[in-house]
């Protein structure tokens, strides 16, 4: 029996492929919030602005997180980003692993063995 939520391989594609401009944007504003909260923290100031465009970014972040967590992927680390997809093989749950730089979802990993345990997709 299938594991309930359980990805396919074909399926956890689609919905990276889908989740492309939201990642892009939320790799992008990452990098601008991690400005703005240095420059909200007595560091050089930043053309991007102050505190109201950190608070800004920061709830646009939370929900860009919403919006990847809302396709059924899990978050595993946020920089860089990290997305697991639960799955099934040889009938052993498993997750599809997908790294921030990754090209496409080519590997997974055992539930125990976690991220040191990632192996290339058959």
Known sequence: MPTPGAFTVPEARAVLADLRPTIEEFISLRADTAELARATQNGPATPLGGLPEFKAAQARL???????????????????LLLDFPAESGGEDVLLCWLEGDRDLAWYHRLDLGFAGRRPLP
């Open 62 to 80: 939370d929900e860009l997180m919403t919006a990847i967590q809302q396709a059924g992927c899990q978050v595993k680390g946020f920089a860089p």
